[in-house]
């Protein structure tokens, strides 16, 4: 049974500049996630080359999820889950595979941001 945390945002976003993600769904190119703990976002931007961790010095009525929306990406709120402890198989590290990571998704075959898009606006 998993237990549900901190509020999340998942963003989606079209822009890339590696060519191979160009084949992705347009708007679903690229994702990252922003938590809320307390009074302070985090957010989590996982990218080719480094995974980006920055702590935005924003007012606490800053509507963040209708920025990034005026910003033309897409918006996703959730909570972060606590899943049972168990196994989770190794897959190659994608900004999908560590948003999963961060919210305590163990879905094996949400594999591109649509795909995890579609799952988050199901549940």
């Not at 080719?48 to 999820?65: C, G, N, R, Y």
């Not at 590290?93 to 305590?104: A, D, I, N, Q, Y």
Request: glycine residues 4%; contains cysteine; charged residues 25%.
């Amino acid at each position: 049974m998993s237990e549900k945390g901190d509020v999340a945002l998942v963003v989606f976003s079209d822009q890339t500049d590696l060519w191979w993600l160009k084949f992705l769904r347009r708007g679903f190119r690229h994702c990252f996630v922003v938590i809320r703990i307390n009074d302070r976002w985090i957010a989590i931007d996982p990218m080719v080359h480094f995974l980006e961790i920055s702590l935005p010095d924003l007012p606490e009525d800053f509507d963040l999820a209708g920025w990034f929306q005026g910003s033309g990406m897409k918006v996703v709120e959730t909570q972060i889950l606590f899943p049972e402890r168990r196994m989770y198989p190794p897959f190659f590290l994608s900004c999908v595979e560590v948003v999963k990571r961060v919210l305590g998704l163990h879905q094996p075959f949400i594999l591109t941001p649509a795909q995890l898009y579609k799952f988050l606006n199901k549940n």
